[in-house]
C-alpha cells in the first residue's frame, strides 16, 4: 500500500502491529482478522476556524466510505482523511447528528472496507479491541478491553467496554475478537475512572438513507450532550455509582425500572444500589429479575453468589458459580477469588 512512506511512520506501524500480534492468546481474538481491522483505522484531520488542527478517526465500511462521530467536524471547514503521509479530500456527507454518526465519501483510495459485526450477538466479559488515533497518534492505538454492558435506545444498543480511548479516538473503531466492526468510540464519563461508549455500527443503515451534504462544519447536539436530566439513564446511572453515591443511584434506577421494566442492566443497577443501602432482600429479587430477563447477566450471577456466600447458602454459590463458568471461566475464577477472601476483596459490581 502506497500510504507507508516514510521511516518514522513505518515504525510506529510495525510497533501498533506487534502489539496486536502480541495480544493475548485467548481463544476470542484472531490476530489475522485485528490486523485487518487496524488498516481500516484512518485519521480524520483540519485545521478550525482559529488555525489550530483538529483531528479524530474514523473507519473504512465501503470503497471510499468511512464511518466516524459528527461531532468532530464542529469547528473544520475543510477536513480530509490521512493515512501515513497520503491525504484524501472528503467530497460529501451524510450525518445523523443527535446519534452523533456520521458516514462520509473520499475521493479515490486504497483502503478495504472492514467487516461488520454485532454487539448484540457477544455475552458480557467477551474480549474486544479498540483502535483509534488517541491523543492524535500518527499510528492507530490499540485497547484491549472487554465487553461490560449493551444498552438498548434507539432501535440499536449502545455499548459500554474497558477499552479506552482519549481525545483523537472520537469515531474510532471497537471490533470484536474476530476484528468485525461492533461500533463506533464516542464518549465517557467524566473522572478517572471513566465508563467509555460507543454507538453501535446497526445505526449506520440509517445513516445512509440521510440527505447528502457537502458543506463544513456541521453543527448539532448530541443525545450525550442533554442536561442530566434528560440523558439515558444508562448515563444518568455513571456518576453515581462511580462515585458510590448509593442514595442517588437507588433514586435513578427506580426510575429506569419503572421506564423499562425488561431491562436486564435497569434491574441490576437497581439491585447494587439496594444492596449498597442494606435492601439486600430487595436486592436479590432485582438481581434474580436481571437474570429472568437475560441468561447472560453474569454481573447479577457475581453479586447473587456473594450474597449466598454471605449467608453460608453454599448450594446457591454453586449454581452461580456454574452458570458464571459456561459464561466466562475467567469471571469464574475471579468469582472463586471473592468467594474465598470475603468482603476483603469483593470489589465487582
Not at 31 to 38: G, I, N, Q, T
Not at 109 to 130: D, H, L, Q, R, V
Not at 163 to 187: E, K, P, V, Y
Not at 279 to 292: C, F, M, P, V
Request: hydrophobic content about 35%.
Amino acid at each position: 500500500m502506497n500510504f507507508v512512506k516514510n521511516t518514522k511512520t513505518k515504525i510506529v506501524i510495525a510497533l501498533s502491529c506487534a502489539f496486536i500480534m502480541s495480544a493475548p492468546s485467548a481463544q476470542a481474538y484472531d490476530r489475522a482478522k485485528l490486523l485487518k481491522s487496524f488498516y481500516s483505522i484512518v485519521m480524520i484531520k483540519g485545521y478550525t476556524t482559529d488555525g489550530s488542527m483538529a483531528y479524530g478517526s474514523g473507519v473504512v465500511v465501503g470503497k471510499n466510505k468511512v464511518v466516524t462521530n459528527c461531532h468532530i467536524f464542529r469547528k473544520t471547514p475543510e477536513p480530509y482523511i490521512s493515512k501515513g503521509e497520503d491525504t484524501y479530500r472528503i467530497t460529501q456527507v451524510q450525518a445523523d447528528r443527535y446519534h452523533d454518526m456520521c458516514l462520509i465519501e473520499t475521493e479515490s483510495t486504497p483502503f478495504e472496507a472492514i467487516e461488520i459485526g454485532s454487539a448484540t450477538t457477544m455475552k458480557k466479559g467477551e474480549e474486544i479491541m479498540g483502535m483509534g488515533h488517541s491523543s492524535g497518534n500518527p499510528s492507530p492505538v490499540n485497547a484491549n478491553g472487554v465487553l461490560k454492558s449493551i444498552y438498548p435506545f434507539d432501535n440499536g444498543y449502545i455499548i459500554r467496554s474497558t477499552a479506552r480511548f482519549s481525545m483523537g479516538a472520537s469515531g474510532s473503531g471497537l471490533f470484536d475478537g474476530q476484528g468485525r466492526l461492533i461500533g463506533i468510540n464516542t464518549f465517557k464519563s467524566p473522572g478517572r475512572n471513566a465508563y467509555f461508549y460507543a454507538l453501535p455500527i446497526e445505526w449506520m443503515a440509517s445513516v445512509e438513507k440521510q440527505p447528502i451534504e457537502t458543506k463544513f462544519p456541521i453543527d448539532g447536539k448530541t443525545f450525550w450532550e442533554e442536561e442530566d436530566a434528560n440523558k439515558p439513564f444508562f448515563m444518568q446511572i455513571a456518576q453515581p455509582e462511580l462515585q458510590e453515591d448509593w442514595s442517588k443511584l437507588l433514586e435513578v434506577s427506580r426510575k429506569w425500572v419503572k421506564a423499562e421494566p425488561k431491562n436486564t442492566e435497569a434491574w441490576y443497577e437497581l439491585g447494587v444500589a439496594q444492596e449498597q443501602t442494606k435492601l439486600k432482600g430487595d436486592a436479590e429479587k432485582s438481581y434474580r429479575q436481571a437474570i429472568n430477563l437475560s441468561k447472560d447477566n453474569i454481573d447479577a450471577m457475581f453479586r447473587l453468589g456473594l450474597m449466598a456466600a454471605e449467608q453460608g447458602n453454599i448450594k446457591e454459590v454453586q449454581a452461580m458459580k456454574i452458570a458464571i463458568s459456561t459464561i466466562d471461566p475467567d469471571t469464574a475464577e475471579e468469582f472463586n477469588q471473592a468467594v474465598t477472601c470475603g468482603d476483603k476483596c469483593q470489589k465487582r459490581r
